[in-house]
């Protein structure tokens, strides 16, 4: 064997050399140019999250803390509803089923205790409200039941409910396409605790045994959609009865934090004090549940709108103010402490801010363009191969110094950390790319001919109109099925696309650019200079809750008469409060303004049609509903607030719906819905989400993508058709860069002919397939909600 030598087959490299403490170099490419705040230490684990052992005094002292909070938390619950006199728990019941009613629930529910209640005599059909006195536990009930043919009733039931009692059936299923979106509508809303009843077994069979294989598939069911609750009671036996009644005296309910955020109540009695021939005091007498009133605030009635507070007369005290209150007062004192009579500073019902205050509104006749020769872009501002023309370029009539920015020397820098908007300028980033692919397969040979066939020709030829009009209707119906851009727009070969994307401007990038909030604009609404702003929403929210709970004048458990400013045509609206439940709302300061609002927003998984924007839907947050036009726009994060308009909603996708309405201060969750005639219930449930923000720098731009096809090339220099049609439109939208599928950039060279076709520079060769594309950007403005009364 001669000539053998070893030969090493796994070569593993030297062991890298251990050390203690890291060198710089290692720990420069460790933390890849990460720059550690100030103040912050890492631990062990590299986090800046303390890692501080703490003593076992300190942790005695933690554990301390907690119970205590719990215990005082505790204590507050039963100081609420404890005693005889205490304040009644609100339950609303909701039969899912067309078999299952809510005074045979009632009904189930009370017989196997004694019970004081109104007319006890006979219980009438929903919808009622009554009040039941359970001895047994000391308790004091509101049962509501909605009526069930009134989507918007149930829904304003359940959100003052402290518990919600769903029936189900033994021998009927749930309508899917009704009482399971009201189970997911009361989800999606707030919904504070629950329970699970049926009262007809004994109609599926006459043995326990069958009873219980339809029960146990019943709380199956009831489990997918409340996965806490582990079993649902079977009101026809004693024993489950009185089980559901203690759950409901004894239990403590969960609080829903936007609702508990504000004060309100629900009415046990109602009356009117005429005043004079237009208004009158409205009387609601009731027990006060969340934060308080205070008599310098609005109060919201749903369905109704918002109503200033003439005076509040506190009837009787919770425990609380008679302990800090009442005790050793006078006859005077006591009368002083317990009415409460709104003053000079009281809030006024203006939504907007007075006409004196409105910005200065651009004259339609002035906001005119003219020829328009904007600069190129390179490594200072201009693209290469082009000289500065910032000196004597045109402008529209009226323009701003700050809005000639748009159109003479826009040197903003590239930014492509959003994939979902395009760069005109500097490079194209491959989640562009993706965005704009093309899927050309079909065309690709006809294409490849046609370049193939004129390569060849020497010049340019300026083509007649009907061979222009013949070649242009083939390449549409190429393209017809393969629409590459979801913003694209199509030019018809008389139309002026000067005249119609005059308002329309080109941005190097969306997200740097300098978009000024209040630029004159005659397309503003006139009531955008009269909005409340609010600069940051997150302080200002923390501050007015804060001084909403310190400055209650009556506070959850007090029994008050609310005298309301209340005009007389709206008497015949109000309904005797044993037949439905009339909830009353205390807003926070400022929350009747108009400001310009952010909610988020993602379809509901069920809902198959499209959703485009500025197409009605009826929206609730919180107390409020309205009926808008809402905006629909990207959920990016950009630094200079400008975001994309989106024309659909997409599934699967949290979007943002602005539009102009009343302020939330409690961030409540949004459900959307969409009037329907072939719904049972007469609203399709579309989307849902929470209440933001009020943000008017917020600026929404919507983009159009225009697209030529090249069809003869020559190195980097592209002659492109079927972009533009006259060429007076070619110089107009000149200064716009262009980019292709493939990344390409470039800027329109020159006008050929006269039927609109350009040569075009880019920065390397364009193939066959590419498609050369120009976006545009124009600022859309939201519109103003109408509340959703009397409905």
């Known amino acids: 064997m001669a000539g053998h030598s070893h030969r090493s087959s796994i070569k593993n490299g030297h062991k890298g050399f251990k050390s203690r403490h890291s060198s ?26 303390s890692n501080r052992v703490l003593t076992k005094l300190q942790r005695k002292n933690a554990a301390k803390q907690l119970r205590d909070q719990k215990m005082a938390s505790t204590m507050e619950m039963k100081k609420l509803f404890e005693g005889s006199n205490g304040a009644e728990k609100i339950v609303t019941i909701i039969p899912l089923a067309s078999d299952v009613s809510a005074a045979d629930i009632l009904k189930g529910l009370v017989s196997s205790v004694e019970s ?3 007319d006890d005599t006979g219980l009438v059909e929903a919808p009622f409200v009554k009040d039941v006195h359970i001895k047994s536990f000391k308790s004091n009930l509101k049962i509501i039941s909605p ?11 359940a959100k003052v409910a402290d518990f919600v ?14 009482g399971e979106q009201i189970i997911r509508a009361l989800e999606l809303q707030g919904i504070a605790s629950y329970m699970g009843v049926v009262t007809n077994l004994s109609a599926v069979h006459a043995k326990e045994k069958f009873q ?8 199956s069911y009831f489990r997918h959609f409340f996965p806490s609750e582990q079993r649902i009671y079977n009101l026809e036996k004693p024993s489950d009865s009185a089980n559901a009644l203690r759950t409901l005296c004894q239990k403590f309910p969960r609080g829903i934090q936007w609702r508990d955020n504000r004060g309100y109540m629900v009415a046990n009695k109602v009356d009117f004090i005429e005043r004079d021939a237009d208004f009158g005091e409205l009387v609601i007498e009731g027990t006060v549940r969340g934060i308080g009133f205070h008599a310098n605030r609005l109060v919201h009635i749903p369905d109704m709108g918002d109503f200033q507070i003439s005076r509040i007369e506190r009837t009787a005290c919770s425990m609380r103010r008679k302990k800090g209150v009442s005790d050793g007062l006078s006859a005077l004192d006591d009368e002083l402490h317990n009415n409460f009579e709104s003053n000079q500073d009281r809030e006024t019902l203006e939504e907007f801010a007075p006409n004196d205050a409105e910005m200065e509104q651009m004259p339609q006749g002035e906001f005119e363009y003219e020829n328009l020769e904007a600069a190129r872009y390179d ?33 903003v820098p590239m930014d492509d950390e959003i994939e979902d908007y395009r760069t005109i300028g500097g490079e194209i980033d491959e989640a562009d790319n993706e965005d704009m ?3 050309l397969q079909d065309a690709e040979e006809e294409t490849i001919e046609d370049n193939e066939q004129t390569a060849n020709e020497p010049m340019f030829v300026d083509l007649s109109a009907e061979e222009e009009a013949r070649q242009l209707s083939e390449y549409r119906a190429l393209e017809k099925e393969d629409r590459e851009f979801p913003d694209e727009i199509e030019l018809e070969p008389t139309e002026s696309a000067i005249e119609r994307l005059r308002r329309y401007r080109g941005l190097k990038n969306l997200h740097n650019c300098n978009w000024e909030v209040d630029e004159k604009d005659p397309q503003a609404p006139p009531e955008w200079g009269r909005l409340l702003r609010i600069s940051n929403y997150r302080n200002t929210r923390a501050k007015i809750l804060k001084e909403a709970r310190n400055e209650a004048q009556v506070v959850a458990g007090d029994r008050i008469k609310l005298y309301l400013k209340f005009p007389k045509r709206l008497l015949e609206t109000i309904r005797h409060p044993n037949q439905t439940a009339l909830a009353v709302y205390g807003l926070l300061a400022h929350e009747h303004k108009n400001a310009m609002v952010n909610l988020s927003i993602q379809r509901w998984e ?36 400008v975001h994309k308009f989106e024309s659909f909603l997409q599934p699967d996708t949290l979007s943002i719906a602005t539009f102009f309405a009343p302020v939330d201060f409690t961030q409540s969750p949004a459900i959307y819905f969409k009037e329907s005639a072939t719904d049972p219930k007469g609203l399709e449930l579309v989307g849902h989400g929470s209440f933001l923000n009020a943000d008017h720098t917020r600026i929404l731009a919507k983009r159009v993508i225009l697209t030529g096809h090249p069809f003869r090339f020559h190195k980097s220099v592209v002659t492109v058709r079927y972009m533009f049609f006259h060429p007076e439109d070619i110089e107009w939208f000149k200064s716009i860069p262009l980019f292709t599928k493939s990344g390409r950039t470039g800027f329109i060279k020159e006008s050929l002919g006269t039927h609109g076709y350009y040569k075009a520079t880019f920065d390397g060769r364009l193939s066959a397939q590419d498609v050369v594309a120009m976006s545009l950007y124009k600022r859309k403005w939201p519109r103003i909600a109408q509340p959703l009364l009397n409905m």
């Open 165 to 178: 009692v769903f029936g189900l059936s033994g021998t009927s299923e749930v309508d899917p396409e009704y």
């Open 116 to 118: 004081e209640a109104e």
């Open 606 to 641: 069920e809902y198959d049609k499209p959703v485009p924007s500025e197409e009605p839907l009826l929206v609730q947050y919180g107390a409020r509903r309205y009926r808008t036009l809402p905006l629909f726009s990207s959920a990016s994060n950009s630094p200079n607030n």
């Open 147 to 157: 009526d069930m043919g009134n989507f918007m009733n149930i829904l304003d039931s």
């Open 212 to 219: 219980l294989d339809v029960k146990q598939s019943l709380e």
């Open 437 to 439: 692919d093309l899927d």
């Open 24 to 49: 710089k170099g290692a720990l420069k490419r460790l933390y890849k140019g990460k720059v550690e705040k100030a103040g912050a230490e890492k631990n062990d684990n590299g986090s800046s999250k």
């Open 379 to 411: 490594d200072h501002g201009f693209l290469p191969g082009r000289e500065q023309h910032t000196n004597g370029v045109k402008v529209p009539k009226g323009t701003s110094e700050y809005q000639a920015k748009w159109y003479l020397d826009d040197t």
